[in-house]
């Protein structure tokens, strides 16, 4: 029982491999400017690195793109608010 339990296993992540990569062309064509428009412009070297992170990653990253619109979110906190502000120089 253990052993079968181990192949369905390992079979579980030759599928969720495989879906990766059947999913990279989409991600190299249109995906990563969904994600972040810089990185849709980016050269063949840096999609050579990132390959690895969007097989491994691509249920999160999917959603992401999903709705995406290209621009990466925008962080709200107090630094940011307070550089922000147009403050008078002393």
């Given at each position: ?69 290209g ?13 922000t ?6």
């Amino acid at each position: 029982m253990p052993e079968a339990f181990a192949q369905v296993l390992v079979w579980c992540g030759y599928v969720y491999v495989a879906a990766g990569l059947l999913l990279l062309p989409w991600w190299h064509a249109r995906g990563l400017a969904r994600l972040d428009a810089a990185a849709g412009h980016g050269g063949w070297g840096f999609r050579v690195l990132i390959t690895p992170g969007l097989v491994g990653l691509w249920p999160v990253l999917l959603l992401s793109a999903r709705r995406g619109t290209g621009h990466p979110k925008v962080e709200t906190n107090a630094h940011r608010a307070a550089a922000t502000e147009h403050a008078p120089l002393p």
